[in-house]
């Protein structure tokens, strides 16, 4: 809460360690990667915190995509995760 200046975590179970959290300015969501591989979202606009599923890429790379300029990169417990902010989906 940007007004108060409190932060309630509120998403990994009873005990779990955040390993990376992001904050997205443009779109108005909280990304926090916690252990054991879950990601989580809060979306300021309409309140909502969700869980991300993060869809596994090919090792090594067969291909390159253009990525978003906006995208989001978070430290996790399987590696590199990256996140479009505008789809919500996560690699």
């Not at 005990?15 to 926090?32: A, C, E, M, Q």
């Not at 300029?69 to 590696?79: R, Y």
Request: aromatic content about 14%; overall charge negative; glycine content about 8%.
């Amino acid at each position: 809460d940007i007004k108060s200046k409190q932060f309630t975590f509120i998403g990994a179970g009873y005990y779990g360690d955040v390993l990376d959290i992001r904050y997205d300015s443009l779109h108005k969501k909280v990304y926090l990667s916690v252990q054991g591989g879950h990601v989580f979202c809060y979306d300021e606009k309409t309140g909502l915190y969700q869980q991300v599923h993060a869809l596994p890429e090919n090792y090594p790379s067969t291909t390159f995509v253009k990525e978003p300029e906006d995208e989001i990169w978070m430290a996790s417990d399987k590696g590199l995760l990256k996140i479009n902010p505008k789809t919500g989906q996560a690699t």
